[in-house]
């Protein structure tokens, strides 16, 4: 048994042991849980996947004369942002198109350019155009603004997900005779590949599938700067069925995500195009598990063979919300390329790059080993009550 | 000595009903396989060939279609990976016709074998972070 507060001194010691969730794998095969969770102190996990539920808010100091953002209309490179706040801040979604894109016409149509570029182009430090109208009061009586700003000229741009790291996810496949473009990407006919979205065994959630460390107020890396678990992410439904090894098999727990979006890499957050469905962003999100005992180490050694995915129709069942039975699949064979389904040999290829998670969990182990970044115990633990349920229509 | 050369062929309008790739195999003793052809709303022929025969022949063939103004570009330079762009996530591997994309199982990167590509253009629309390039 050891607590956050005695990691941390070692890791200011420079004495903690901290491996990341590939690496803790080997360790706890050879060694076995006990040796390994009184050896280990820290497990890094990551991943580096679109996710379009993704945004950043920001706040612009005073013009002369002012103007009130609140209430009117503001755009950055054409792209419409949220503006019903106060007068110098509003928002911004990664899915987010310029009014005048052709959106899906012709079909498919390539969204171009989006909120999750202007991101990326924020983060870059390129200039972008600002654009406001609005109406005129007495102490804000300004109606227009145009300017060219980068990311030093906001006083606050802060990256938020109101979801992301999602527990497992969805293989996506195609059952129609035609092909279809989705948010999974471009689906063949007649289960012509299949389409998975989780890094499995280096994913964060599925190193701690019942929310033991990770919770409200965890640091994190965050689009390559320090970000913090803000909340659970929306549609955070951790009563899904799961493994004899407590492992969701579909879709469960979610994180809401914050940070400085002054302090991120460009390298950690791109926009991305996805060809007849829309614009969104790839965030990169590590973040540290605590061995604080036996029971979280077995955790957060699970291994791709042990994480089950649900393989989903996305012609039919998943665009009409009907149940569809195609079965499960782990990790591993997904990652092997080929699955099996129907009896059908089906090639599986990912929208989350391993390669990169693993880097991800590479830099923050070395982030921790420098000192520069302290763990840190959750506030509130995330919810496992919390249901995610279909809209009643009335 | 035999080469096998990918070559983009752009025609001018006024050949486009020539049988020119007849002339090459008929008069050059040349072989080939057809990678892609398109015609421009213009009328301008695009033909993306793979073309194989004798050292001599081929230049011989080559010199033929440069008289008939007909611009050759070798085809291997034509699709770029924009290495900074790339997350090698890996949706381009199961859409390229031609296996021009293989994850390496160890460091589970995409490679892109140049030499493969036949510059059909179908990872350039369905890369996410838009790392593959076009240009001709």
Redesign the interface.
Known sequence: MKTVAEINEKIKKGKAVIVTAEEIIDLAEKKGIKKTAREVDVVTTATFAPMCSSGAYFNIGPTKPKVRLGGGKVYLNDIPCYAGFAAGDFLLGATSLPENDSRNRPYPGEFRYGGGHLIEDLVSGKDVKLEAHTYSTNCYPGEKLSTRINIKGFNEAILFNPRNCYQNYNVAVNLSRETIYTYMGVLKPNLGNAHYCSSGQLSPLLNDPYYQTIGIGTRIFLGGGVGYVAWYGTQHNPGVERTKKGIPKEPAGTLALIGDLKGMKQQWLRGASFLGYGVTLIVGIGIPIPLLNEEICRYAAVKDRDIYAKIVDYSESYPQNKKGNLGKVNYEDLKKGKITIRGRKVPATSLSSYSKAREIAETLKMWIKGGSFLLTEAVEKLPLNVKFKPLKVR | MIISRKIVLRFPPDLIDQPIVYRLVKDYNLSFGILRASITPKKEGLLVLELTGKKEDYRKGIDFLSRLKIKIQPLSKDVIRDED?C?????C???CPTQAFV?D?K???VKFDKNKCIACELCI??C???AMRVSF
């Open positions: 762009k997350t090698h996530c890996g949706v591997i199961d859409i994850l199982p460091t589970r990167e629309k369905i996410p972070p838009r």
